[in-house]
């Protein structure tokens, strides 16, 4: 077993041992609140990119409904357009 993974014997260690690893421990602390606190940040501007984003694909949809009713308009006058043409001939 590597020394990592036996904690110190603080029962019988001197202060200095146990001051080096609460000092050892406060850093890392710090260190895992910094990383903390930068994950919150990273996770709130991805929130506002998934909000920014559903609301462009809901302006995208309404979009693409008007093409839609736009295209089905067109499609129905070169049909009536045609047909006309059609009867005319006849």
């Known amino acids: 077993m590597s020394k990592k993974d036996n904690p110190p014997d603080f029962e019988h260690a001197d202060h200095s041992t146990i001051w080096k690893s609460i000092q050892k421990n406060s850093d890392t602390i710090e260190k895992l609140e ?3 606190r930068e ?3 990273v996770i709130s501007t991805l929130r506002d990119s998934v909000q920014e984003n559903s609301e ?3 302006t995208l ?3 693409m409904d008007w093409v839609k009713r736009i295209l ?3 499609f ?6 045609l047909i ?3 009867i005319s001939m006849l």
């Open 72 to 74: 089905t308009g067109v």
């Open 39 to 41: 994950n919150s940040e």
């Open 56 to 58: 462009a694909i809901g």
């Open 84 to 86: 006309s043409l059609i």
């Open 34 to 36: 910094k990383l903390i």
């Open 61 to 63: 949809q309404e979009s």
């Open 76 to 81: 129905v006058a070169i049909c009536i357009t």
